[in-house]
C-alpha cells in the first residue's frame, strides 16, 4: 500500500555556502536537494523543541514560581496581590 503524503512548498533564502554544502552533500548521499533540507530540518527541529509543550509549560510555571516570595521581606499587599507577583501585570489597588 502507497502512502501519499501532502507537501507544503516553502521559499527559503540561503548563503551561498550553504548551497555548496547541500549540492554536496545530496550528490553524496544521491538524493534530491529538496529531500536532504527535509532531513535536515526534521532533525534539527527534534533537537530544538522541547519534549512536549507540557513539559514545557511545567518547567515556566516552576520559573514563576521561583519568583513568589517565600521568606524575608514578604510584601503586606501579597495576598491582595497574589496575581501579580505570581504572574506580573498590574497591582489591585
Do not use: C
Not at 523543541?49 to 519568583?67: I, N, V
Request: no cysteine; glycine share 4%.
Amino acid at each position: 500500500m502507497m502512502y501519499i503524503v501532502s507537501m507544503l512548498r516553502i521559499n527559503i533564502y540561503i548563503p551561498e555556502n550553504l548551497n555548496q554544502r547541500l549540492d554536496f552533500t545530496a550528490k553524496y548521499m544521491q538524493k534530491v536537494k529538496a529531500e536532504v533540507v527535509r532531513e535536515a530540518l526534521e532533525a534539527g527541529l527534534k533537537k530544538i523543541q522541547p519534549k512536549s509543550t507540557s513539559a514545557r509549560a511545567l518547567l515556566d510555571l516552576a520559573k514563576k514560581a521561583e519568583k513568589i516570595p517565600t521568606k524575608g521581606n514578604i510584601p503586606k499587599d501579597f495576598i491582595k496581590n497574589l496575581d501579580f507577583y505570581t504572574w506580573g501585570g498590574k497591582k489591585r489597588e
